[in-house]
Nanobody
Framework: QVQLVESGGGLVQAGGSLRLSCAASGSIFSINVISWYRQAPGNQRELVATITKRGSTNYADSVKGRFTISRDNANAKTMVYLQMNSLKPEDTAVYYC?????????WGQGTQVTVSS
């Protein structure tokens, strides 16, 4: 089992920056891919960024050049970060961390990001 806890959300003005953190614990050795998703009110959850065990990254077109996903392994936890720059009001959503291990995945509880215009 893998447990995920997100943090770092908040209210920011357009053009500002935030860094989200996802702390993964448990069977972290089994994690293949960790991703950030987001869901705005009335919208489906969408993939924002992904990082693999080997460090390969992938981004949604809407965030390329503005968001950066990174991963740090230390002690018994894996930390995954989402650095978000040049934020836009359309980036407002609840951001979720997702870890895929084997044939199953795990979700965090989400963290709210609100970008004011």
């Amino acid at each position: 089992q893998v447990q995920l806890v997100e943090s770092g959300g908040g209210l920011v003005q357009a053009g500002g920056s935030l860094r989200l953190s996802c702390a993964a614990s448990g069977s972290i050795f089994s994690i293949n891919v960790i991703s950030w998703y987001r869901q705005a009110p009335g919208n489906q959850r969408e993939l924002v960024a992904t990082i693999t065990k080997r460090g390969s990254t992938n981004y949604a077109d809407s965030v390329k050049g503005r968001f950066t996903i990174s991963r740090d392994n230390a002690n018994a936890k894996t930390m995954v970060y989402l650095q978000m720059n040049s934020l836009k009001p359309e980036d407002t959503a609840v951001y979720y961390c997702n870890a895929v291990f084997g044939l199953v995945d795990s979700w965090g509880q989400g963290t709210q990001v609100t970008v004011s215009s």
